[in-house]
């Protein structure tokens, strides 16, 4: 914890999510996660400076966290860029919770359901990556394939074509949306 004119603030629990925050701020004031645009192109004047570099890699998460908090702060106006990535882990987490009690009551029942939601709510592997205050991209390997695995099932029920068209549709479309977020991404997919 540290304290700035009187207010206390968490520190986050890991190096990662600092990187990850600067390139989400830019993204919130300029729409890209570098520093400036050099050639048309992000580029981070800070990392390996004087000379900087491209930002090149998964920026999935810094988009996302850039719209994440446009949207928490139309609730919460007051909070920073910085305090509102606090907030992300806890929300997807529930999120994921969710998608485990719906794939696993569609394979048993509510009773079912209810338990498997509960063992993953409570799972140290899961609480470990997705606790408040450490917004990381760690979440994503767990969430994109469970509501793949969810719209896979929801197809096995659908009664018509233009429904299983629709749920198939979705799913290829979060598949994609995978495959900027983790580059493990042909393991749901296979």
Sequence with gaps: RYEVNGTKYTMMPDIDPYYWVRYT???????????????????????????????????????????????FSVFAPSLSVFRSMYYYPVFISALVVLLVFLVARKITDNVGGFFAAMMMAVNAAFLGRTLFGHPDNDIWVVFFPLLITWLFILTEEAKSIAKIMVIT?????????FTFAWTGWWYIFD
Excluded: C
């Excluded at 192109?41 to 810094?62: E, N, S």
């Design 25 to 71: 701020e830019n993204v919130v004031d300029h729409g890209h996660p570098g520093d400036i645009l050099k050639d048309g192109k992000p580029y981070d004047d800070h990392q390996l400076a004087p000379i900087g570099r491209f930002v090149t890699g998964d920026m999935f998460h810094v988009y996302f966290w850039g719209y994440f908090y446009k949207i």
């Design 169 to 177: 549709f979705l799913a290829g479309f979060f598949t994609s949306l």
